[in-house]
């Protein structure tokens, strides 16, 4: 196994199946003032360790204009989440191209272009919308990289995701819960007064899945680390448990997401 391969998949743990293809993901980022190793990470489906180790970052600190080589193999996604739609829809901003977009999303240019059917160099009209490859691999990213900043299990918050919302920051609910984790406003800005101490907005997917994953932090620790009464505290609310008992949607809910955490055991 490559030295580079290897360095990733120490940061991945053993969880299960299908990476993203190389020939999706960019090879080299430049940092740009302001960028933070997360960041970088993040947008690159891998991990700040994976970061670290293949570019020999001792200190961790960056530089703008510094080159990063981007380790070959992402972030491994769960096998539940084989078959399922790995593009996302982008929406041209004025003045953007190709590489361009490429870059914000640390994807291939020319893997960004093919999967449009357009040439790299084409120029692309404001508001048109592109289909971006490789969303599973940065959504995965994201989970795990704020699950490990608030000190949540990642298999937790990537199997609610996933059940929740299947990984899209797209997605309402008919009662109004956004985004990937699925909350409700309210909710939203209770965890933002009570365990963010700052404001969350639920419509941006970072800020989204750290309210899901600071209250599954809060149900966690609330009941003494139990999950199945964590699951239930985020899906069916802890007052209405205590007034009703588990519903049986509760239950399948429970099922579900403990099912999912279980293949990456």
Do not use: C, K
């Not at 790995?86 to 977009?101: K, M, P, S, T």
């Amino acid at each position: 196994m490559p030295v580079r391969t290897r360095l990733a998949a120490a940061a991945l743990g053993a969880t299960a199946v299908a990476a993203l293809p190389a020939t999706v993901v960019a090879t080299s980022y430049v940092v740009r003032p302001g960028d933070t190793l997360g960041d970088i990470a993040i947008r690159h489906g891998t991990t700040v360790r994976a970061l670290t180790e293949a570019n020999e970052l001792a200190s961790g600190d960056l530089r703008a204009g510094q080159l990063l080589q981007i380790p070959d193999a992402t972030l491994m996604l769960p096998v539940y989440t084989r078959g399922s739609v790995d593009v996302e829809a982008y929406r041209v901003h004025a003045g953007e191209g190709v590489f361009e977009i490429a870059r914000r999303f640390g994807v291939d240019a020319t893997a960004l272009a093919r999967a449009n059917g357009i040439g790299v160099s084409a120029p692309l009209a404001e508001g048109a919308e592109l289909q971006i490859p490789g969303r599973l691999a940065r959504m995965n990213a994201l989970l795990t990289f704020v699950a490990g900043e608030v000190q949540v299990d990642p298999r937790l918050v990537r199997a609610v995701a996933w059940v929740e919302s299947g990984w899209r920051q797209d997605a309402v609910s008919a009662t109004g819960a956004v985004g990937i984790m699925q909350l409700e406003p309210f909710t939203g800005d209770w965890v933002s007064r009570h365990l963010a101490q700052r404001r969350l907005d639920i419509w941006v997917a970072q800020d989204n899945v750290l309210a899901g994953s600071l209250l599954l932090q809060h149900l966690w620790n609330t009941h003494d680390g139990d999950p199945a009464a964590t699951l239930a505290g985020y899906y069916q609310g802890d007052a209405s448990v205590a007034g009703n008992g588990l519903f049986g949607d509760t239950r399948r809910y429970q099922e579900r997401v403990g099912s999912l955490m279980s293949q990456e055991a």
